[in-house]
């Protein structure tokens, strides 16, 4: 078989998933049993081409050695060091919206490039959890993340911490510049000013309480408008990520 190149490694008809301790070039895998369940759901043959990655960057090209009812191996076939992260580094301190709409804002924002998203339980939050229930949905959230950067191409999973208040959610990114988009804003989204990493905040489905968004204030963060509507809180980091993107990433 000839060499992928870097260039093609992401782009054959491939399935791409996620598994650690991937072995060097030429030595074949267990794969772990989600993997296995996840290769005959989609109804995968012996030799059919893998693509996997360990979140640590780059990528290996893997055929499929043995597929067995509860058992499958991949023989690694190569290694690209390609990337596909932004040039800058994007937290989002999400306010916690209900069910689905949640988990679309974990996928969506993967899939624009977060870096790191951090759950807000913001004034106006409906979702009210124990701890236990909290660390259950962060887990779960990250592996939304997992699923997206494996649909997406990317080599990196963005980390998905566990859900906090305000005031520990801006400390936790204490140092990066900010921006917060509202329609209130005082710049348009041109004059976002260049950054190699930034933190923005976004409400939940009742947005954020004033006193919340004066907190933001006080920190100087930039206040960004994107027009007359109001978003919802699955739309708006969307919208964020967009716009963050093509004026100071990857996306212009």
Not at 79 to 104: C, N
Not at 139 to 158: D, F, L, T, Y
Request: proline residues 7%.
């Amino acid at each position: 078989m000839a060499p992928t190149s870097p260039s093609t490694i992401a782009t054959e008809p491939a399935t791409r998933l996620h598994v650690t301790g991937i072995p060097p070039v030429g030595e074949v895998m267990d794969l772990p049993d989600a993997v296995v369940r996840h290769i005959q759901a989609r109804r995968l043959r012996r030799s059919d081409g893998l693509v996997l990655f360990d979140g640590t960057g780059g990528e290996y090209t893997a055929r499929l050695d043995t597929l067995e009812k509860r058992r499958a191996r991949a023989r690694i076939e190569a290694f690209s060091p390609r990337e596909a992260e932004p040039p800058v580094a994007v937290t989002i301190l999400q306010g916690i919206s209900k069910g689905e709409r949640m988990d679309y804002s974990v996928q969506k924002a993967t899939e624009l490039g977060v870096a790191r998203i951090i759950p807000v339980i913001s004034e106006r939050c409906v979702v009210r959890l124990d701890t236990d229930r909290w660390a259950k949905k962060q887990r779960h959230w990250q592996a939304v993340a997992v699923a997206a950067s494996e649909q997406c191409g990317r080599n990196r999973i963005p980390s998905v911490e566990m859900p906090c208040g305000v005031d520990d959610a801006l400390t936790a990114v204490a140092g990066l510049p900010g921006v917060i988009f509202d329609t209130e804003g005082d710049r348009a989204a041109h004059q976002l000013d260049p950054a190699s990493a930034l933190a923005t905040l976004i409400g939940p489905e009742g947005g954020l309480a004033p006193a919340e968004i004066q907190r933001v204030a006080d920190l100087d963060w930039q206040r960004i408008r994107l027009g007359p509507r109001i978003l919802r809180s699955d739309t708006a980091p969307v919208a964020a990520l967009a716009v963050i993107q093509t004026v100071i990433g990857d996306m212009g």
